[in-house]
């Protein structure tokens, strides 16, 4: 099991940042991949970013050159610098790890953080 905490959501105004953290705990030791998802009202949840232990990112093409992901392997812990905020990027956005479980993997989440951009 892993808990995900995230903080660092909020309101900002158009062309603002903001930075989110998350914390693992449990078996951390197992994690393959870390990163963060978004979820607008009205929409499907998507990929934002992810990261793998190795550090390898991939990033949804609407946030490329604007956000950044990084990761700490020590403290357990993956973070994303939202720059260049748009009013279109206000969504909850949720922590994410994966663990493989043979050739797939098992996918925890957080509970969520608010992220609110004004235009």
């Known amino acids: 099991q892993v808990q995900l905490v995230e903080s660092g959501g909020g309101l900002v105004q158009a062309g603002g940042s903001l930075r989110l953290s998350c914390a693992a705990s449990?078996?951390?030791?197992?994690?393959?991949?870390m990163g963060w998802y978004r979820q607008a009202p009205g929409k499907q949840r998507e990929l934002v970013a992810i990261?793998?232990?190795?550090?390898?990112?991939n990033y949804a093409e609407s946030v490329k050159g604007r956000f950044t992901i990084s990761r700490d392997n020590a403290k357990n812990a993956v973070y994303l610098q939202l720059n260049s905020l748009k009013p279109e990027d206000t969504a909850v956005y949720y922590c994410?790890?994966?663990?493989?479980?043979?050739?797939?993997?098992?996918?925890?989440w957080g509970q969520g953080t608010q992220v609110t951009v004004s235009s």
């Open positions: 990261i793998t232990s190795p550090g390898t990112t």
């Open positions: 994410t790890a994966r663990i493989p479980t043979g050739s797939y993997y098992r996918q925890y």
């Open positions: 449990g078996s951390t030791f197992s994690i393959s991949a």
